[in-house]
């Protein structure tokens, strides 16, 4: 593999381990009579090994195209179906083929950087194609649907994650990532090993480990702004992660790094197909816990009532969804379940980042920066009073910020509460709240709305002065 490759794609059939072999033997051949379309672009593209390597599958393919093509002939068939008395020499002549795959990689950016990497079969002198799947007479002999080009892979322009498309409005040209059938919409390839079909084809696409690199990151930052006119690598708020090796699915979701970990359970990055990106809260249910699961999840459910109607300015999280692996009800005889708390929005950042960073400390005070991003959370906080809640665990780590300019959103709402108006709620000692943060009030006596403003003032202190007081 190029050391510069972030993806492969690997035939994974086959019939497509013969078009490869076949496509090879083609630009080679091209490439030693010194024809004037140089082919020697498309084999950059493909890695394949110095010898060319047996596999009784191959045998088996050419024997039955042997079959079929006698069969059409009007001739007896049996004897090629068989092994026969082929000399050993022959078998392996049948079952040879070279092996490689297709590398992924901006050393070899496509030709069209719009349209992105193409897949379709060839070589046509007039319409590159970069990754040639199979040459246009193998196809024809095997009926094989493949358009020119039948799909395309590139980055999408704002988050700079990969995707895969259908080029042809054809319900005939047949493309499908792990089984899911793709048309004219880009679909995310968020997961370190997806299975891909273009009609009769499969391959497996696999990320490197250069795609977990920063290099390639910046490889791939200057790239999209230069040729996709993306923002630039500094400008951009967020970027796709590559994804990782060990995949953990909910529903429509795949989940990456972890965001962050808290009492109840750990909070991860996920993405769909579409690209859209979530923070979920992977929560263990258990007989000793599954109240206070569900009492989280009641609560995210009213407060994201109330940021639906109040909070236009999205400065207070949201639940989406709940996707329990073993129905919403934890019945007794299970031991534990898992439930995914999708959240959004996913913020890449949190005041925890602010902290030390962008504080100049002593009497030069915050940065703007940090000082706009507190007067957005104030806002978000603004918006629950209003409401009649207390979120009662602000600190930094529980306020996130996202977009540029940033946009602060208030995080860890599952153990906020609702209060009568002018009424008071009372302590119940070590159950909410955070040490370094909390009001002294919420773990001695009655306490109200005002328990955010100390934590609020806390973490202005340490914006303010780079310490905690
Ligand atoms: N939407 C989000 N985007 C990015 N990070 C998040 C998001 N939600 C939570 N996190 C990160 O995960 C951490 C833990 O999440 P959360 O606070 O919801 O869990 P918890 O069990 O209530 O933790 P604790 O009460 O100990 O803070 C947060 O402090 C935050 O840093």
Same mark, same amino acid.
Do not use: C
């Given at each position: 593999m190029s050391d510069r490759a972030f993806a492969s794609l690997t035939p994974a059939n086959a019939l497509a381990r013969l078009a490869f072999s076949d496509v090879y033997n083609?630009?080679?051949?091209r490439r030693q009579n010194s024809q004037a379309n140089n082919p020697q672009v498309a084999l950059d593209r493909m890695l394949v090994e110095p010898e060319q390597v047996y596999n009784d599958e191959i045998v088996c393919l050419r024997r039955e195209m042997d079959r079929t093509k006698y069969d059409t002939d009007g001739e007896a068939s049996e004897t090629l179906t068989e092994p026969d008395?082929?000399?050993?020499?022959?078998?392996?002549?049948?079952?040879?083929?070279?092996v490689g795959c297709y590398q992924l990689g901006l050393q070899f950016p496509p030709a069209v950087s719009e349209r992105g990497w193409t897949v379709g079969k060839g070589p046509l002198d007039n319409l590159p194609v970069d990754f040639l799947l199979c040459t246009r007479s193998f196809a024809k002999l095997h009926d094989i649907k493949l358009r020119n080009p039948h799909s395309r892979f590139n980055f999408f322009v704002q988050n700079k994650g990969l995707f895969v498309m259908g080029c042809s409005r054809s319900p005939?040209?047949?493309l499908t990532v792990n089984g899911d059938a793709v048309t004219r919409r880009p679909y995310h390839l968020n997961q370190h090993s997806m299975k891909i079909q273009f009609d009769k084809l499969d391959y497996c696409l696999q990320w490197t480990d250069y795609a977990a690199e920063s290099d390639f990151?910046?490889?791939?930052?200057?790239?999209?702004?230069?040729?996709l006119g993306g923002p630039a690598a500094v400008d951009s708020d967020f970027e796709m992660p590559t994804p990782l090796p060990n995949k953990r699915t909910f529903g429509r979701w795949t989940l990456g790094d972890a965001l962050g970990a808290g009492g109840h359970g750990r909070v991860f990055f996920a993405s769909d197909q579409s690209a859209n990106v979530a923070a979920i809260k992977v929560v263990e249910r258990t007989s000793r816990n599954c109240q206070s699961v569900d009492e989280e999840i009641e609560t995210l459910r009213e407060v994201t009532k109330l940021a639906q109607k109040f909070d236009d300015d999205e400065r207070i999280l949201r639940m989406a969804e709940v996707i329990y692996?073993?129905?919403?009800?934890?019945?007794?005889?299970t031991v534990f379940d898992n439930v995914a708390i999708v959240l959004t929005p996913m913020t &890449?950042?949190?005041?925890?980042?602010?902290? =030390? /960073?962008r504080s100049k400390g002593g009497c030069k005070g915050m940065t703007i920066e940090a000082a706009t991003a507190f007067r957005?959370?104030?806002?978000?906080?603004?918006v629950m009073h209003d409401g009649r809640w207390l979120h009662r665990d602000l600190k930094p780590t529980n306020i996130g910020f996202i977009g540029k300019p &940033?946009?602060?959103?208030?995080?860890?709402? =599952? /153990?906020s509460t609702h209060i009568r108006a002018g009424g008071s709620l009372r302590s119940r000692p070590g159950t909410v709240g955070t040490i370094g943060y909390l009001a002294p009030e919420l773990e001695l006596e009655e306490y109200d709305h005002s328990i955010d403003i100390w934590s609020m003032a806390i973490i202005l202190f340490e914006l303010t002065y780079n310490y905690h007081p």
């Open positions: 083609l630009l080679i051949s008395t082929d000399t050993e020499e022959q078998l392996r002549g049948l079952g040879m083929v070279w005939l040209a047949q990151k910046h490889e791939r930052g200057d790239y999209v702004a230069s040729s692996s073993n129905g919403e009800k934890f019945s007794s005889k &890449p950042q949190t005041f925890g980042d602010l902290m =030390g /960073t957005a959370a104030l806002l978000g906080v603004k &940033p946009r602060s959103v208030l995080l860890d709402i =599952g /153990t």
